[in-house]
């Protein structure tokens, strides 16, 4: 088929979406040379300067915001208000409704509200409720300040996730999404560190030290809320702190990594596009996926205080223990990252990731040492928080056009907060200290992340098998090393759309190393055997930094108090 036909079928909507099969555009030699090498990684590193630093401040005051609710457990909350364990089960319950009601509108209204008011107006709304939190006295009240804190915070992690896809190629973006997600196990090692201090400050103003901790860290977040009206720019091509040449750059990059017809389909929202992502398998398989990584990485983040303070621990020292396997999550999650973009490989890492997660959640359970213990939850830390940006990139790299990307994006933190939402039942105090339902539960969860991985990342290899084979069927001008630049054409026969695709640069869309090289097989064989290497050598690396800790924290383990 023609190139012309290929671009004419996308525009009209009609488009085979089954397992990301975008049609890329072919690239003249003399559009690729408009772009100075050089000139491009500076125009990125400049991008990097605007986006990250604000997109990780406001996504670690989120999980601080969210989770801070552990440590105000710890520092007597629940007892202040007189509530039981299923009442605070609820309260937690209660933030998730509407935040995952919040997740796809948000997702959809994006583009026509614009990420420079969006973003912001939702960070300083979600500040004041916290504040507002910390005044709360009776339960009614506490529940209240959970669900407008969900309403407006739940859309925040999708949007910024369909934010940076926007921005950068889509060999760029775990990365660029880890940054900013590797707040959340920023987040939960420092929230100890506040919470410590902060505590400290009981009684001052008649207000308890758990209601400190909201009041201080929302002030904080409404600030840096109001920040971001002047600092966050809606698009890279509309950003004061690019030269021109920078912003022609950056869209232009754009424009090479994007499907054929994305300029007139990205404007136009329809339906269909947001049926086609729902229905896609690669969808589904990471959605079901994201939903025990959900369930387990809040888990960790809502409870581990609670895990820790089983061990014998006071109060104030729980705060401070609960603090280097969140450490260890945040350095796990940018290097995981880092293999993924750099290799390309999607698939591979989350099941690597689940397994080491997997690990330490059986450690747990069968260990009776509480040494071992703590030692388990630096590997189900570490494994569950690098999962999931990298099911995150998954979404975004193999959907578009927008509103296909955006419906994508968003139902994966839908299904990740109602794996939440069951993980606020699963550790009540009646169990302590094995807490051996949620153990079991979690240990199950980390074993269907290895699964529906491996099933994504086996169909996905099919189907680049399947397309590389259909190449000849629309051939184009002949592919430069690294990527298969092809047209493909989309008919239909009967009920069924019958596809012809061959993609360019679609190593990440299939998690694939098929396309790498003019020898794929041989390549395959070197590429498999690095990457696996290197994330021995990281394991290995990690398990050296978790016996340092234990060393450091011996002493604690010996006199708890």
């Known amino acids: 088929m023609r190139p012309e036909l290929c671009k004419r079928r996308n525009s009209s909507g009609q488009e085979s979406g089954e397992n990301s099969t975008e049609c890329f555009k072919p690239l003249g030699g003399h559009q690729e040379a408009d772009i100075d090498p050089r000139a491009e990684r500076l125009a990125v590193r400049r991008a990097d300067w605007i986006i990250i630093p604000i997109t990780f401040l406001y996504s670690f005051l989120s999980h601080l915001d969210r989770s801070n609710l552990g440590n105000a457990r710890v520092a007597g909350l629940q007892e202040s208000l007189a509530i039981t364990d299923h009442q605070f089960s609820i309260a937690l319950t209660v933030t998730f409704v509407p935040y995952i009601a919040a997740e796809l509108p948000v997702n959809l209204l994006l583009k026509k509200v614009g990420a420079n008011i969006m973003i912001p107006l939702l960070v300083t709304i979600w500040g004041l409720v916290t504040t507002l939190q910390g005044f709360v006295y009776n339960y009614k009240g506490l529940l209240a300040a959970r669900f407008f804190l969900g309403a407006v915070e739940g859309g925040l992690y999708p949007a910024t996730v369909l934010y940076v896809s926007n921005a950068y190629k889509r060999k760029e973006v775990q990365s660029r999404i880890a940054l900013f997600s590797s707040a959340a196990a920023l987040s939960g090692a420092l929230s100890g560190v506040f919470a410590y201090w902060l505590i400290q400050l009981d009684g001052a103003c008649n207000i308890p030290g758990w209601g400190w901790i909201f009041i201080i860290e929302g002030i904080f977040t409404t600030i840096c809320g109001m920040m971001g009206f002047f600092l966050f720019p809606r698009s890279l091509a509309e950003s004061r702190f690019l030269t021109p040449e920078q912003k022609r750059i950056m869209t232009l990059r754009m424009k090479q990594d994007g499907p054929v017809g994305a300029e007139s ?87 690597t990731m689940g397994s080491i997660a997997f690990a330490g959640y059986l450690m747990f359970l069968l260990s009776e040492s509480n040494s071992c213990r703590y030692f388990s939850l630096f590997l189900s830390t570490a494994g569950i928080y690098s999962a999931s940006p990298t099911m995150y990139a998954w979404l975004a790299n193999n959907s578009a056009p927008h509103y296909r990307k955006a419906t994508a994006i968003a139902l994966g933190p839908v299904f990740a907060n109602t794996g939440g939402i069951l993980s606020t039942w ?111 050598l990281f394991s290995v690396i990690l398990l050296d930094v978790f016996f340092i800790f234990l060393r450091m924290f011996c002493c604690v383990c010996v006199s708890p108090t």
Request: with cysteine.
């Open 265 to 351: 389909s990205e404007d136009n929202f329809s339906w269909y596009q947001v049926w086609c992502a729902i229905k896609s398998p690669h969808v589904l398989l990471a959605i079901g996926a994201l939903f025990m990584v959900g369930s387990n990485l809040y888990g960790l983040a809502y409870f581990e205080p609670s895990i820790v303070k089983t061990f014998g621990y006071s109060a104030r020292m729980t705060q401070l223990v609960s603090v280097p396997p969140f450490a260890i999550g945040f350095v796990a999650m940018l290097s995981s990252a880092y293999f993924s973009d750099r290799y390309e490989a999607r698939g591979v890492t989350a099941v």
């Open 426 to 536: 699963l550790f009540p105090s009646s169990e302590q200290p094995r807490y051996q339902t949620a153990t079991i539960v979690n240990l199950c969860f980390s074993a269907g992340i290895v699964l529906l991985c491996s099933v994504n990342l086996s169909g996905c290899g099919i189907a680049t098998t399947r397309n590389r084979h259909n190449k000849r069927k629309c051939p184009t001008s002949s592919p430069k090393r690294g990527s298969h630049r092809l047209q493909f054409s989309t008919t239909k026969s009967g009920s069924d759309w019958a596809t012809d695709i061959s993609t360019s640069v679609t190593l990440i869309n299939y998690n694939t190393w098929y396309s790498i090289h003019s020898h794929p097989l041989s390549s395959r064989n070197i590429l498999s055997f690095y990457f696996y290497f290197f994330c021995i």
